[in-house]
């Protein structure tokens, strides 16, 4: 897969195509993405960058530096409550870090904890309560 800078979206409640949101400060792939229903912020990347990203959900434009992962990686998994944002292990080679943000303010990822074992591709699920 290419990486892009691009992002787009669309509405949900009629049917078109996706429209131009704004651009990534970096052309990344394979990123995992958490959002507190304003802002969105996206992490991780193939090759391994540790760039954090974030943008405004409810008006276009680009996104604006956020902060650093610990490590980079890709095939991660992410998850969020609506409050924190979750990074799990992933990678090629594979690392064992899991991160997470506060969404709500921006700053370095910090460590949540490591996992078992290193972790390829990992998958995750997240609930609000």
């Known amino acids: 897969m290419a990486s892009i800078n691009v992002m787009e979206y669309l509405t949900i409640a009629s049917l078109g195509n996706a429209s131009d949101f704004g651009d990534l400060q970096v052309a990344l792939g394979y990123r995992g993405g958490n959002t507190d229903g304003s802002r969105g912020v996206f992490a991780g990347?193939?090759?391994r960058n540790v760039t954090i990203d974030y943008i405004n959900?409810?008006?276009l434009g680009n996104a604006t530096d956020f902060g650093d992962m610990s490590a980079g990686r890709s095939g991660k998994a992410s998850v969020g409550n609506g409050t924190r944002g979750v990074w799990g292990p992933g990678g090629n080679p594979p690392?064992?870090?899991?991160d997470y943000i506060t969404i709500a303010t921006t700053g370095d990822a910090t460590d949540f904890g490591d996992a078992t074992s290193t972790q390829h591709q990992t998958m995750a699920s997240s609930g609000d309560a």
């Open 45 to 47: 990347d193939a090759s």
């Open 57 to 59: 959900i409810t008006s």
């Open 95 to 98: 690392v064992n870090n899991i």
